[in-house]
Structures are given as C-alpha cells and as structure tokens.
C-alpha cells in the first residue's frame, strides 16, 4: 500500500515512480518517453493516455459533486455565481491538473507493472 500512495505522490509531483528523480516532461505538456535519469517508459503505448484522462475526469467531478452538495445545500450562495464558478472550474481544473494526472497514471503502470511487460502489438 505504501508503494502505491508512494507512486501515486510521486505521478503527482511529476517524478519517476522507480527513481524519484527523473522529471516526467520536458516542459508543457510534452511527456517524456522514458525517466531521463533511470529508464523506465513511462506510457508505454499512445493509448496510454486515456489512464491519465480517466483520472483527470474522476478528480474534477469529484470535485465538481462535493462543491455541488457543501455549497448548493448547505450554504446561502446564490445559484447562478455557483454554477459559473462549477463552470469555470471545471473547464480550467483538467488543464492544470492534466500533467498530474498523466504522472499519476504513469505510477499507477509501474505498481502494476504494466509497463514493463512485453508489448505484443508494439513494432
Ligand atoms: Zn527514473
């Protein structure tokens, strides 16, 4: 259990699950293939990134549900600046959090070890 949590932070943080030093991206957006400092691939196929999207999505409505039910329930905040508020967040939040949750998957693969087995359809 604490591997995971350990490589989860670390996806979060933006740092090799294996080595804890290597930087996941280069800048931007733009994931670095393999750790720069041990190795490891981090997404091992293009379709990879839907792992990240998946958990850039739960997070954000998640998110979007608990703010929903605290503030539309049990608060006096008007409706209207709450849903534009929800809006705003949930256009922006998957941006900022969009690198996060590409290093967290990329975690998540290495506790399974997904990416390290062999590939069959790789060429
Ligand atoms: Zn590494």
Do not use: K
């Not at 954000?60 to 905040?77: A, K």
């Not at 008007?78 to 256009?91: H, M, Y």
């Not at 990329?106 to 359809?121: M, V, W």
């Amino acid at each position: 259990m604490f591997r995971l949590i350990r490589a989860l932070l670390d996806g979060l943080l933006l740092r090799c699950p294996r080595c804890h030093r290597g930087h996941m991206f280069e800048r931007g957006f733009t994931m670095h293939r393999t750790c720069p400092v041990c190795g490891l691939e981090f997404e091992r196929a293009v379709g990879e990134v839907t792992g990240g999207m998946a958990i850039n999505t739960v997070v954000t409505l998640t998110v979007i549900t608990v703010c929903s039910f605290v503030f539309g329930l049990t608060t006096n905040v008007p409706l209207l600046p709450l849903l534009l508020s929800l809006g705003a967040f949930a256009v922006l939040f998957p941006i900022a959090f969009y690198r996060s949750s590409r290093g967290m998957w990329a975690g998540f693969l290495y506790i399974t070890g997904d990416n390290a087995e062999p590939d069959h359809l790789r060429q």
